[in-house]
Nanobody, 125 residues
Framework: QLQLVESGGGLVQPGGSLRLSCTAAGFTLDAYAIGWFRQAPGQGQEGIGCINNSDGRTDYADSVEGRFTISRDNAKNTVYLQMHSLKPEDTAVYYC??????????????????WGRGTQVTVSS
């Protein structure tokens, strides 16, 4: 059974940093395109970025560009979402998603077949 698990969420003050992890059970993440998403209370899901499974290129939503970074650690079978300069509007449940579709370039794929259950990030003083 393929499972994704997010971790690293928590409470952080505005301007602070967090690093979220996305780990996999049952498959090797480096063969999968990975997307990160978030959903704030009362709002729809927002795609915030992705990393491809060809050359590691990434892309980000305008709302997080320059503050968030997605990276892989293949030895640990983990994908990270490093978040800096966090704002209260970044408060949301964060999800990672994976798909074996071969993604080239930076443009994130439209659909992901596997999803984690999410981790809560709260930015508040």
């Amino acid at each position: 059974q393929l499972q994704l698990v997010e971790s690293g969420g928590g409470l952080v003050q505005p301007g602070g940093s967090l690093r979220l992890s996305c780990t996999a059970a049952g498959f090797t993440l480096d063969a999968y395109a990975i997307g990160w998403f978030r959903q704030a209370p009362g709002q729809g899901q927002e795609g915030i970025g992705c990393i491809n499974n060809s050359d590691g290129r990434t892309d980000y939503a305008d709302s997080v560009e320059g503050r968030f970074t997605i990276s892989r650690d293949n030895a640990k079978n983990t994908v990270y979402l490093q978040m800096h300069s966090l704002k209260p509007e970044d408060t949301a449940v964060y999800y990672c998603a994976a798909d074996p579709y071969k993604q080239y370039g930076r443009t994130c794929i439209a659909e992901y077949g596997y999803w984690g259950r999410g981790t809560q990030v709260t930015v508040s003083s």
